[in-house]
């Protein structure tokens, strides 16, 4: 005894002429006369399924009119090739069996607002758009590990529970820990996986990562989930050039497998087809002179000080000035994580880089070569007013055998909005955490 199918829809061209038993949702019906449409889902696509009356029993008839939107059941029938049919395939029912009929769906088709929509995340996520953007960051996720896999790297799992901070102080979620004090959820694996490196020369760590975030943007997420590649003995251009064909293998994956949904979406693909090394570079210098020069282009752009950051405006405005993602490297160290190295030439500057999604979705990457002297390391930590004692096992990855090394951190849900073509970062993560939402 099994419920489950005996074919799946995205794969039903396998089956033309066959009888096969389908499972899953409805998601549309109509009745005409002797006739009733069953638009069915079951997860891997849509199929239209034709019940005439003529053909089947009348308690198979009567289970048809049952049915309601988002309804589930088992439909046998014969696959028929149909050219008008979306798909291809149509389904000429034998039989229905009912698994459970719905109450009236809270989402009609019609427009929601999107607090409400947010507020049935757990139901909204069956719908088609959200179905494909979901299909699409899980595309990205896959082909992020395996290209890396690949290419030799070690996934190296870090912890979520920390003793200290690494990405600032100001956005610790913290949480009591028994007898120890606090416990920090981490904001990156980055420092773990460091010293994973040292180990295996080629690692990446893959998790969620928590900030708490007080900003209430469309790239802001309290929870996300991110890929951290790091490796030994690469310096800041090399660490460059690992991004550029990271991103584009990733995005050129997604463009072969992904068509369908980038179809449902409405992506224009053609600024993710541009998207082949080597991508531009400018330095933060540049990109204050760029943003002096046009800042009027993008509203709410203004000029920046030197040692100022950028926002997401300047991002934008950089952004648009480019054909595909465009690094900007060197920031002031000042403004960055207190690991980054200094470059010899100009101490004042990191030798670090913020890879800028094109089309105004800004970051996606950041990353840099990390600071291989403990002394320089130690004396970072202490003007960063953070704890020496908390750091000893870090140091002690750059006493016994250091090596410059470098790595990045690529945050799933910006990548996926940007990739996807989506506004808003809260519809690429199945269930979002924000400042104002932590239901459902
Ligand atoms: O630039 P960030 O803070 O870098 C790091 O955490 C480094 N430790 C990474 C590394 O070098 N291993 O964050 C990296 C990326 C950003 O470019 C962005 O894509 C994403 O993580 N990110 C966020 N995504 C959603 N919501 C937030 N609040 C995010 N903060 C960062
Ligand atoms: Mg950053």
């Not at 239209?48 to 046998?76: D, G, K, M, P, Y």
């Not at 979406?265 to 760029?290: G, Q």
Request: aromatic content about 10%; hydrophobic content about 40%; overall charge negative.
């Amino acid at each position: 005894m099994s419920l489950l199918p005996t074919a799946t829809i995205s794969t039903i061209a396998h089956h033309n002429g066959e009888i096969v038993t389908l499972a899953g949702w409805v998601v549309h019906k109509t009745e005409k006369g002797k006739l009733i449409f069953i638009r069915l889902r079951d997860g891997s696509g849509v199929i239209q399924c034709v019940v005439f009356r003529n053909n089947v029993t009348e308690a198979t008839f009567a289970a048809a009119q049952q049915l309601t939107i988002e309804s589930s059941c088992r439909i046998t029938g014969a696959v028929r090739a149909d050219a008008r049919a979306p798909g291809g395939f149509e389904l000429d029912v034998n039989a229905i069996e009912i698994i459970q009929i719905a109450p009236e769906y809270p989402i009609q088709p019609k427009e929601h607002g999107v607090e409400f929509l947010m507020e049935h995340r757990h139901l909204w996520i069956r719908s088609s758009k959200q179905h494909a953007l979901l299909r699409i960051r899980a595309e990205i996720i896959a082909a992020a590990q395996e290209w890396l896999n690949d290419q030799g790297f070690v996934r190296f799992d870090t912890p979520i529970l920390t003793p200290c901070a690494a990405e600032g102080t100001t956005n610790l979620f913290a949480t009591p820990y028994f007898d120890l004090g606090t416990a920090y959820l981490g904001q990156t694996g980055q420092l773990y996986v460091e010293a994973g490196m040292m180990s295996f020369g080629k690692v990446y760590c893959f998790g969620p990562t928590f900030r708490a975030e007080k900003s209430k943007t469309r790239r802001h997420l309290t929870e996300f989930w991110m890929i951290e590649p790091e490796v030994a003995f690469a310096l800041h251009d090399d660490n460059l050039a690992l991004q550029e064909r990271f991103v584009s293998a990733i995005v050129q994956r997604v463009l072969e497998r992904r068509a369908d949904d980038l179809a449902t979406l409405e992506r224009d693909t053609k600024p993710l087809e541009r998207c082949v090394p080597p991508f531009p570079r400018i330095t933060y210098d540049e990109a204050l002179k760029l943003i002096a020069e046009r800042h009027t282009d993008v509203e709410g752009c203004t000029p920046l000080e030197w040692g100022e950051d950028l926002g997401a405006p300047h991002e934008t405005l950089i952004a648009s000035l480019f054909d595909r993602p465009v690094f900007v490297e060197r920031f002031p160290s000042a403004i960055k994580a207190f690991y980054m190295e200094p470059d010899p030439q100009r101490p004042e500057v990191a030798l670090c880089a913020d890879l800028l999604a094109p089309e105004g979705y800004g970051e996606i990457i950041g990353g840099s070569q990390r600071i291989h002297d403990p002394a320089l390391l130690e004396r970072r930590i202490r003007e960063y007013g953070l704890n020496v004692d908390d750091y000893q096992w870090y140091i002690d990855l750059r006493r016994y055998g250091s090596v410059p090394h470098s790595g990045f951190g690529m945050g799933i849900e910006r990548a996926t909005a940007w990739i996807a073509g989506t506004h808003h970062i809260r519809e690429t993560i199945p269930f979002p955490r924000m400042l104002y939402r932590m239901y459902p």
